[in-house]
């Protein structure tokens, strides 16, 4: 089952910050976060591993809830480069190597 | 390095014709995925490769879909005959032993079946 990602789309002016929530009706192993501006291929920001640990890149850092079967991606200090959808994927189980991205969060920064 | 290769960017079809879409993955990256992407289902996996071996083709849509791996370097998806409803971006990727590892996109192919 797909994951949801909250919210579904959000707009920010540079400097602004931003959440961006995915959730999971299954246990998770591992959490992947992806950037994919307009007409590209996606891009791999982070993962996180099964263990509640918080990540970082550069301004934007990620958090995983194992309990919860959820994951956060905190957009700080936000620019413009930072505009595109962003899609979380989600491991139930190590080694399954199967991963179902979720339903994507357009974020759009303005000047 | 390249990056993952694909060929054709583009390929335009009519129903019932066979389709190949090709993908060379990093060198060195032993896992291969392909996905598809559509406005209405999303990024979907199709099939992924570990050691050149199909590992997972749960998400092949379908009997018209197959893929192979003959190598480490190369790797073709197929559909055959195809439909108006197969239109999408699909994307090949490759890791570094398991999906653990970030995975690098190909920049796509998009397919559309008139």
């Known amino acids: 089952q797909q994951p949801v990602q909250s919210p579904q789309a959000v707009i920010l002016r540079e400097g602004e910050d931003a959440v961006i929530n995915c959730s999971s009706s299954?246990?998770?192993?591992?959490v992947h976060w992806y950037r994919q501006k307009h007409g590209e291929a996606p891009v791999f920001l982070m993962i996180l591993l099964k263990g509640g640990e918080q990540k970082g890149h550069e301004k934007i850092s990620a958090s995983f809830n194992e309990k919860k079967q959820q994951s956060s991606l905190y957009l700080t200090a936000s620019q413009l480069s930072y505009s595109g959808t962003y899609f979380c994927g989600t491991e139930a189980t190590s080694g399954t190597y199967k991963y179902i991205f979720g339903t994507g969060t357009r974020l759009k920064v303005l000047a | 390095d390249a990056g993952v290769i694909q060929s054709p960017r583009h390929e335009v079809t009519e129903m019932g014709q066979e389709v190949t879409l090709r993908c060379k993955p990093i060198?060195?990256?032993?896992?291969l995925f392909w996905y598809r992407q559509t406005m209405m289902r999303g990024l979907e996996l199709l099939i992924y490769f570990n050691n050149n071996v199909p590992i997972d083709d749960s998400g092949m849509p379908e009997d018209r879909f197959s893929a192979k791996m003959p190598n480490a370097s190369f790797s073709t998806l197929k559909i055959q005959p195809s439909e108006p409803r197969d239109s999408a971006v699909y994307f090949c990727?490759?890791?570094?032993?398991?999906?653990?590892?970030?995975?690098?996109f190909g920049p796509g192919t998009r397919l559309t079946v008139t």
């Open positions: 990727a490759s890791s570094y032993y398991r999906a653990a590892y970030e995975q690098y």
């Open positions: 299954k246990a998770l192993y591992s």
């Open positions: 060198s060195g990256h032993n896992s």
